[in-house]
């Protein structure tokens, strides 16, 4: 079992279940992680959450007191270079990872964990953005789980066919040139939610959700993380090609993806549901980037889709 210890929690931020709390756990190769957990009385199961990039446990409180009222209890990890865990690089707000298959060494981390947290199974996975690019290698590789859900997987980057191979050559040389901690075209060290107004964001059309974002941020600025490195980049893209050269796992599979999507490629998730064995990819009317932080309508229709997906994969 991982040694652990209490780790900050944000409860009033996270506005989730009073079960809330968080501890340290350290990965194999020696980078310290943060893990959440919310437990529910009776749960029926434990949802995984895995967060996409710039992403933190206290940005997922309120989806874990829906699944809470849904049956179900819900754990997600900071991972490696984010949120309250290890950055990388001394630019602590550049998004770095040296390998893109190291995440999995969190996701090991973190089984673990709710392992010797004794949370309820059985486990499901949530993983939006960057962690469905995770959470699809990890379900290749055998994570211990009943069913997966996405929210706007990261399975392709929404890009145009001309800079596409500008991204790709433009990382690959900033590696080479050694700046490779240098930020990709467009992006700042500042925290998106804090740097764009909410008119015209590509996250959410919720005012109420983007203040709670912008919230977490001002009250914890050490949990921000700015736009990704070139060599993030750079590995993104090879993790997504390898990715999209496999074939689906044999695991019942439930995608959501926003009409209005702008960060990730729409594209890439059609067509790797389209040749998913029974996976079914729903399409939210109006929503963006961020699903589950969508207006009341959509963001409580993709939680209680995804229960009742679970509960069927009991």
Known sequence: MPETHPAPFHAELADGPETGAAVWVTSSDGVRLRVGHWKTPDAK???????????????????????????YAMAAIDWRGQGLADRLIDDRDAG??????????????????????????P??????????????????????????????????ILMSSAMRPAAWALSW????LGAGTKYAPGTKPQTYVLAEPFEGNSLTNDPDMYAYMQAQMREVPDMALGGPSLHWLHEALREMRHLAARPAPDMPCLTFLGTDEQIVDPDAIKTRMAAWPGGELVM???????????RPAIRDAVHTDCAAFFDRHL
Request: a neutral charge.
């Open 45 to 71: 199961g434990t949802v995984l959450m895995f967060p996409g990039r710039t992403e933190y446990i206290e940005k997922y409180g309120r989806s874990a007191r829906a699944f809470a009222d849904l049956g």
């Open 96 to 121: 770095y990872v040296g390998h893109f298959p190291d995440y999995q060494l969190d996701v090991a981390a973190m089984l673990a964990t709710l392992q010797a947290l004794d949370m309820p199974k």
């Open 123 to 156: 486990w499901f996975l949530l993983g939006h953005s960057m962690g469905g690019c995770i959470g699809l290698r990890a379900l290749m590789s055998g994570l211990p789980v009943n069913a997966a859900a996405f929210s706007a997987p990261m399975w392709g």
């Open 173 to 176: 040389t900033g590696r080479r």
């Open 284 to 294: 939210m009317q109006g929503g963006e980037h961020e699903v589950l932080m969508e």
